[in-house]
């Protein structure tokens, strides 16, 4: 079962894994009965967010709506990949974000925004917002000499806002826990639950600066 644990009871899966790709109200209901937590991708656009992962068409899913769908005795985390946000745009999406979830007061360190733009970052840290740089893709599979210049940069982003989370594809967590054992970790697994799954996403979880594993949930309806 998705509620079994995973390293005795105080480590169940239920604890910092949860579902991904959520884009739609049926799969965010259906989810809610397994997962404490969903991620979910949005993208801005002037007073709105769509809840939606380019290049899928959009349905017009405003995300207001699909919070308002959220039962009120729940706050599960929330992972908001915002796939265009940017410095620009940044404090318009905060006053959006801001004017939905006071409107239940619903706490914003259960709340994750992640972008490319670490830039756009800050005014979301200052306010008690979870905050992650999405890395490059696949570190794992990059030069030494071209690592080692990814690596400098991150270094770079880190220094400047020390309490962002970073986040990847699981098989770039070695590259990330060597490098930046300290920082808060956000990542996704989405192959499918096999014996090797869980033995990887129990090695994974001892870290205690993991502080999500995603993974891959199909819904009866409304996978998108």
Request: with cysteine; hydrophobic share 35%; charged share 25%.
């Amino acid at each position: 079962e998705i509620s079994a644990c995973l390293v005795g009871s105080e480590m169940c899966i239920r604890d910092r894994v949860f579902a991904h790709r959520v884009n739609s109200i049926e799969k965010l209901n259906s989810s809610l009965k397994f997962f404490n937590g969903v991620e979910l991708d949005l993208v801005f656009q002037k007073n709105n967010l769509d809840v939606n992962h380019p290049p899928a068409p959009s349905i017009n899913l405003n995300f207001r709506d699909y919070f308002n769908n959220i039962p009120i005795s729940k706050t599960p985390f929330l992972w908001l990949d915002i796939k265009n946000l940017n410095k620009e745009n940044s404090n318009e999406v905060l006053i959006l974000l801001q004017s939905i979830f006071e409107e239940r007061s619903y706490p914003v360190n259960k709340v994750l925004i992640e972008t490319s733009y670490p830039e756009a970052l800050p005014i979301f840290t200052n306010i008690g917002y979870k905050t992650s740089y999405y890395l490059p893709y696949d570190l794992r599979k990059k030069t030494e000499v071209e690592l080692e210049i990814e690596i400098n940069k991150i270094d770079s982003v880190l220094k400047k806002q020390p309490k962002l989370g970073i986040s990847s594809d699981y098989r770039d967590y070695d590259i990330m826990n060597q490098n930046f054992p300290k920082k808060d970790k956000y990542l996704w697994m989405t192959t499918s639950i096999t014996d090797r799954w869980f033995q990887e996403t129990r090695s994974i979880l001892k870290d205690e600066k993991v502080k999500v594993v995603l993974v891959s949930y199909n819904a009866i309806y409304g996978n998108r």
